[in-house]
């Protein structure tokens, strides 16, 4: 989420100046057969982008590879550097709330036989204008140790259960991603949640549903951590949670089991910044990203967030494959999020009689 705004004037005052190239903490390989300049948030992602993706590019083709760390304000910065034509950046991260903005207006449309040639990617992986590098969900996670002899939780309904299934639970303390279980836990088809929030009848269902199990409900969490201590402590038996997450769990020897059924699917991608100089470079960036299933299989290992490539992880240990949402049959029993419903008109309305829901 955009946590600041710049007005589109102090962005292209910042643009101007020549201090912001030299202020960037970046990290800068020397070569001299072509240049890349690749925008990521900050954090482990972006070390492993740059230890992994970027010196492997460096190897193999000799570019001048540049990581910089990309800010906040992401959105507003990329479309004041398109507007300008002064490009800081070729290659920028994109998640799906700032992707549909960007799609027609910010990126270049990218040439699939050379980054896919082979055609292994697969079609949710693959928008014109962006290719997918990242994949997380948030998915209903149980403690084994709690459940009832000889029982264990497959479903949200299961979730909502709490005669067969007793204990504390937890729940993010949003809308997106706790609404849609709701609906799903209801009987909605994953695949028509949103058609179904879209319509009145639908949000008051959802609402109706989520005043079932709000008495249930021991913990409001806001971020992946306070989940994590929430269920290490024995606050909550059952919860939703990012996949990256239960690989802490399960280190400290809590027993831990995911539910993918019905959990979210979400997707960040890599696009080009439309009027980048150096197209080439940057195809050949997403065709290593997005498609080299050894590098891959080394990225996952640290950050647990693959990339859509059949088969890139098999020779990973079962433990992990598990907790990871590309993995088979994982995509096929999760639904898409769709981050621009929670951001329309509708979905903020929807978010505020959420947060008036939870003070009642």
């Known amino acids: 989420m955009l946590k600041t705004e710049l007005s589109r004037r ?17 990290i800068a390989f020397a070569q001299d057969k072509g240049e890349l300049t690749v925008a990521i948030p900050g954090g482990v992602v972006k070390d492993m982008e740059t230890e992994i993706y970027a010196k492997a590019l460096i190897s193999e083709k000799g570019y ?16 004041a550097q398109v507007d300008s034509g002064r490009l800081l950046w070729d290659v920028t991260e994109i998640n799906s709330i700032t992707f549909p903005a960007m799609q027609l207006e910010l990126l270049e449309p990218i040439d699939y036989s050379i980054v896919d040639p082979k055609n292994i990617l697969p079609d949710y992986a693959k928008k014109p204008n962006a290719v997918l590098v990242l994949a997380w969900a948030t998915a209903l996670t149980q403690r084994t140790d709690k459940l009832p002899q000889g029982k264990e939780m497959k479903s949200w309904a299961d979730f909502w259960d709490v005669t067969t ?16 279980f709701a609906l799903i836990a209801d009987g909605v088809s994953k695949n028509d ?19 079932q199990i709000k008495p249930h409900i021991n913990v409001w969490w806001e971020n992946g951590a306070q989940a994590v201590q929430a269920m290490s402590d024995g606050e909550a038996f059952f919860s939703p949670m990012f996949n990256g997450r239960l690989q802490k769990l399960t280190d400290s020897g809590i027993p ?14 890599h696009g080009i910044l439309k009027g980048s100089k150096h197209v080439k470079e940057a195809h050949d960036w997403l065709h290593m990203r997005a498609t080299n299933a050894d590098l891959a299989a080394k ?16 020779k990973l240990p079962a433990s992990l494959q598990e ?16 981050e621009a419903f929670w951001y329309s008109e509708q979905g903020t309305a929807i978010r505020e009689r959420f947060l008036e829901w939870l003070l009642v």
């Open 165 to 180: 299934f007793p204990g504390p639970r937890a729940m993010r303390k949003t809308s997106n991603h706790t609404l849609e």
């Open 299 to 314: 990225y996952v290992q640290t950050v647990p967030y693959p990339a859509a490539i059949a088969g890139a992880y098999d």
């Open 64 to 79: 001048k590879v540049t990581v910089v760390n990309q800010p906040d304000a992401a959105l507003e910065q990329l479309r």
């Open 323 to 338: 907790l990871l949402p590309t993995t088979p049959p994982h995509p096929d029993i999760t639904f898409i999020s769709n």
């Open 10 to 26: 102090s962005v292209l005052a910042i643009l101007g100046s020549a201090g912001v190239v030299a202020a960037t903490n970046e």
């Open 193 to 211: 949640v949103y058609n179904v929030l879209a319509t009145s009848e639908g949000v008051d269902r959802a609402f109706a549903k989520m005043d």
């Open 256 to 269: 831990t089991k995911i539910v993918w059924e019905g959990g979210a699917f979400h997707s960040t991608y």
